[in-house]
């Protein structure tokens, strides 16, 4: 027996199928593997059979005889539907890791069709729970015209996540709506999982200047206090200040490692310039950490109070305010001193 292949349609090993012997009114099951190509079209196919024989008897006067027979053209029908079958194959993210606090984190969800029919109209929603919201620059759903048999397709989304969000995995659930071949609608109910990273988190607490009083010309020390809120050390902390043009001086302090809970002062000697306008400014300063190879940064702000020399006592610089008083006293005694003994003088005379 040899089985011949059609378009579309091959048998898998060898095509031709011995039996031995087959007798009158009997049956033999023979086993054959086929292969349909991926989309083929739905219905029946029919593979021809060529088969060749010997009819095989016995004669009283011939004995065992052999006579070889007419090849015979058999056929075997079958029908092929195809199916469609759609898988979540692989989930990835940019940046790699997720924090809380961060906006337009990409999320790319690869559907994979592993079956042996298109899948037309795919439409695949995100429901995410919170922490996680929808980016202003994306969307929750995805389209595409078509997924081929055995093929896939990346569908991206973007989301945000909110301020606060603890460290963990969350289950983000899918909707995946499609058309198969013939139209029908399907729907499938899928989830991904997304993991929020432990990060270091930064505050920025009590902010002195030595002297504590600062006016127009006056060169002074900030000190800014840096406590890391996190749950996960910062290494290689770096503090860099950002101030208005009248501020001059060293705005960059390197602070080390900070472990959670824990705080370190970030120090910068700085100069007011003589023009500088009494005020509150606005100052920024730039948290920059490492974590692994990854660099962060985050900017926190604080005000800065430059006061007019009327409000600082009316001397050019506080610093010298006890010295003014010293010098006061000292003059006030003198002259006490000088009436005492005059009037001494004159009781005498």
Same mark, same amino acid.
């Given at each position: 027996?040899?089985?011949?292949?059609?378009?579309?349609?091959?048998?898998?090993?060898?095509?031709?199928?011995?039996?031995?012997?087959?007798?009158?009114?009997?049956?033999?099951?023979?086993?054959?593997?086929?292969?349909?190509?991926?989309?083929?079209?739905?219905?029946?196919?029919?593979?021809?059979?060529?088969?060749?024989?010997?009819?095989?008897?016995?004669?009283?006067?011939?004995?065992?005889?052999?006579?070889?027979?007419?090849?015979?053209?058999?056929?075997?029908?079958?029908?092929?539907?195809?199916?469609?079958?759609?898988?979540?194959?692989?989930?990835?993210?940019?940046?790699?890791?997720?924090?809380?606090?961060?906006?337009?984190?990409?999320?790319? #969800?690869?559907? +994979? *069709?592993? %079956?042996?029919?298109? !899948?037309? =109209?795919?439409?695949?929603?995100?429901?995410?729970? @919170?922490? /996680?919201?929808?980016?202003?620059?994306?969307?929750?759903?995805?389209?595409?015209?078509?997924?081929?048999?055995?093929?896939?397709?990346?569908?991206?989304?973007?989301?945000?996540?909110?301020?606060?969000?603890?460290?963990?995995?969350?289950?983000?659930?899918?909707?995946?709506?499609?058309?198969?071949?013939?139209?029908?609608?399907?729907?499938?109910?899928?989830?991904?999982?997304?993991?929020?990273?432990?990060?270091?988190?930064?505050?920025?607490?009590?902010?002195?200047?030595?002297?504590?009083?600062?006016?127009?010309?006056?060169?002074?020390?900030?000190? #800014?206090?840096? +406590? *890391?809120? %996190?749950?996960?050390? !910062?290494? =290689?902390?770096?503090?860099?200040?950002?101030?208005? @043009?009248? /501020?001059?001086?060293?705005?960059?302090?390197?602070?080390?490692?900070?472990?959670?809970?824990?705080?370190?002062?970030?120090?910068?000697?700085?100069?007011?310039?003589?023009?500088?306008?009494?005020?509150?400014?606005?100052?920024?300063?730039?948290?920059?950490?490492?974590?692994?190879?990854?660099?962060?940064?985050?900017?926190?702000?604080?005000?800065?109070?430059?006061?007019?020399?009327?409000?600082?006592?009316?001397?050019?610089?506080?610093?010298?305010?006890?010295?003014?008083?010293?010098?006061?006293?000292?003059?006030?005694?003198?002259?006490?001193?000088? #009436?005492?003994?005059?009037?001494?003088?004159?009781?005498?005379?």
């Amino acid at each position: 027996m040899n089985f011949l292949s059609i378009d579309h349609i091959s048998l898998i090993g060898s095509s031709t199928v011995y039996i031995s012997s087959l007798n009158a009114w009997c049956s033999k099951e023979v086993l054959i593997t086929i292969k349909a190509e991926g989309e083929i079209p739905n219905g029946a196919y029919t593979i021809p059979i060529e088969v060749t024989f010997a009819e095989y008897y016995y004669n009283a006067s011939e004995g065992h005889v052999t006579i070889p027979m007419p090849q015979t053209e058999l056929a075997i029908v079958f029908n092929v539907e195809g199916t469609t079958t759609l898988e979540v194959a692989d989930v990835s993210t940019n940046p790699l890791e997720l924090r809380e606090d961060s906006e337009n984190n990409n999320i790319a #969800v690869l559907i +994979e *069709n592993s %079956g042996s029919a298109k !899948a037309r =109209s795919i439409s695949v929603r995100m429901d995410p729970p @919170s922490p /996680f919201v929808e980016a202003y620059s994306g969307s929750l759903s995805e389209f595409t015209e078509e997924i081929q048999a055995r093929s896939s397709h990346r569908f991206v989304f973007a989301l945000d996540i909110e301020d606060g969000a603890e460290a963990g995995t969350y289950t983000i659930p899918l909707m995946i709506d499609y058309l198969s071949e013939d139209g029908e609608e399907f729907q499938l109910k899928k989830s991904i999982v997304l993991k929020i990273s432990s990060q270091a988190d930064f505050l920025v607490g009590k902010v002195t200047t030595d002297p504590a009083v600062i006016i127009g010309g006056t060169t002074f020390r900030l000190n #800014v206090q840096v +406590e *890391n809120t %996190g749950n996960k050390d !910062a290494e =290689s902390v770096k503090a860099i200040l950002k101030t208005k @043009s009248y /501020f001059t001086g060293a705005k960059t302090d390197y602070l080390g490692d900070i472990k959670p809970d824990s705080e370190k002062i970030a120090t910068f000697e700085l100069k007011a310039d003589r023009d500088t306008i009494p005020d509150n400014y606005e100052t920024d300063i730039k948290i920059i950490w490492t974590d692994g190879d990854e660099r962060l940064e985050e900017i926190k702000s604080f005000s800065l109070v430059v006061v007019s020399s009327e409000k600082a006592g009316g001397v050019s610089n506080p610093g010298i305010l006890p010295m003014t008083v010293g010098a006061g006293l000292l003059i006030a005694v003198i002259i006490g001193v000088f #009436v005492y003994l005059k009037r001494k003088k004159r009781k005498s005379e």
